[in-house]
């Protein structure tokens, strides 16, 4: 149920940083030439810009384009013609012919995202991921930020993604993440907006009621049918007339939300699907001839893995390996387990047992063992309690043996 949350905790300085037009940012560090002109991003390879054989490059133009596709965002030159992200790229090319179409490169985009979040961290390390050009930062320990509302840490920050990147990106500072997601659209592209709550009425209430975030199209259609059109129209309702409307918990939500209200804290961490360890050898290795060598870095893969998932307090229920061979083919294999586990003993067998289901004739490139189905320790239901000391030495079991000495190929019921 949503509650507001009891007293106001003590001050707070949140940042919310989002790239400029971001794909179409790192596009134009490739392709500088089109700087300045309307520029989409949403075609399919054959859109590839062609090298002439005067060095000049070619460029794909929306007006040549036929197809479904969308266009997934544009340049602000484009987007003074009418052209935004989510249009169907034919609708766009009759709005703008002559824009430049150019492909998707999600790769390229992912590795400036791992850029400008890496550049942020160094700064502020308390960051909330929220998608690929996009974070949340908490301020409030950043030593010195609180001085001046924000605005010098502000600056460093667009700085600092500027060196890493080159890209510029917009940056909204106040008390919480409601607040300065609004404000980080404000004053786009290249802004830095630092709002406090007496900016409310002037700045946040204009905003249509659907920029919120939370106020989906549903929610912003039946508060259009009720006149309430912007963030201020929500703020000048009646509460009581909101919950009658729209629900006691999103009635409430909605009356806190216009009047700036929210407490949700930047969370740092997200759950990781999967943890894997891997390691290419400097020559080929055959499970054969190179047994032992091929055995050694096998369990050191597996000591490994379960030194990272006891780091970060997981246990898996689901050990996989991979394996590339000298002909760069790749296959993996995973096992599922009766309990989770962080013990290497237990990796290592699984991880043998995946190993016997592969053909092992060619020459192996690369070994990985991976970590899955993974659970928080302190989130597993009961721990299983040790077993109780053997009190007759006869039916004692054989002492394991060492690590180091388990077979390539495992017995799961050694
Ligand atoms: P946004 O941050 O929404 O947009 P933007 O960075 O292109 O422009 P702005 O300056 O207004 O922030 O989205 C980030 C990227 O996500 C965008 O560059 C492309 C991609 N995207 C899509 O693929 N489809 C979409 O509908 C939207 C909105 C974005
Ligand atoms: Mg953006
Ligand atoms: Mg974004």
Redesign the pocket.
Same mark, same amino acid.
Do not use: L, V
């Given at each position: 149920m949503y509650s507001p949350g009891a007293a106001s905790p003590s001050r707070r300085l949140i940042a919310h940083l989002?790239?400029?037009?971001?794909?179409?940012s790192v596009e134009l560090l490739r392709y500088p030439e089109l700087r300045g002109l309307p520029v989409v #991003?949403g075609g399919g390879r054959r859109h590839q810009p062609e090298t002439l054989a005067d060095g000049t490059r070619r460029f794909s133009k929306l007006r040549d384009y036929t197809g479904r596709g969308v266009i997934?965002?544009s340049t602000y030159e484009a987007r003074a013609l009418g052209v935004f992200?989510?249009m169907g790229t034919m609708k766009a090319a009759q709005l703008a012919p002559d824009a430049i179409l150019l492909p998707v490169d999600f790769d390229e985009?992912r590795r400036y995202s791992r850029m400008f979040k890496a550049a942020v961290r160094e700064i502020a390390p308390k960051i909330e991921d929220r998608? #690929?050009?996009?974070i949340y930062i908490d301020l409030t320990e950043v030593p010195g930020a609180l001085d001046d509302a924000g605005r010098a840490i502000g600056q460093r920050l667009k700085d600092a993604v500027f060196a890493a990147t080159g890209l510029t990106c917009?940056i909204g500072i106040t008390p919480n993440k409601l607040l300065s997601k609004l404000g980080s659209?404000l004053d786009?592209?290249d802004g830095l907006t630092l709002l406090g709550i007496d900016d409310i009425p002037a700045r946040i209430w204009p905003l249509a009621a659907r920029k919120v975030n939370g106020i989906g199209p549903k929610a912003s259609e039946r508060l259009a049918g009720l006149g309430l059109h912007t963030v201020g129209d929500i703020a000048g309702a009646d509460p009581a007339f909101l919950v009658q409307h729209f629900g006691a918990n999103y009635g409430r939500w909605l009356h806190d939300i216009a009047h700036g209200r929210d407490e949700r804290e930047v969370v740092t961490h997200s759950e990781p699907v999967s943890i894997s360890r891997e390691t290419t050898f400097e020559r080929d290795l055959h499970a054969v001839r190179d047994r032992a060598a091929l055995s050694a870095i096998f369990t050191d893969l597996c000591v490994e893995l379960a030194g990272d998932l006891a780091r970060k307090g997981y246990a898996s229920k689901t050990i996989g390996i991979k394996l590339r061979f000298d002909d760069f083919k790749s296959v993996t294999r995973d096992l599922t387990l009766p309990a989770h586990t962080m013990d290497a003993r237990t990796i290592r067998r699984a991880a043998g047992e995946c190993l016997k289901r592969i053909d092992l004739t060619r020459r192996l490139r690369l070994l990985g063992v991976r970590a899955g189905a993974l659970a928080k320790i302190s989130e597993l239901v009961a721990p299983l309690p040790p077993p109780p000391p053997p009190t007759d030495t006869r039916v004692r079991a054989e002492e394991p043996a060492p690590l180091y000495e388990l077979p390539l190929f495992a017995q799961m019921d050694s």
């Open positions: 989002d790239m400029d037009a971001f794909y179409a #991003i997934t965002t992200s989510a985009y998608g #690929i050009d996009e917009s659209e786009k592209p």
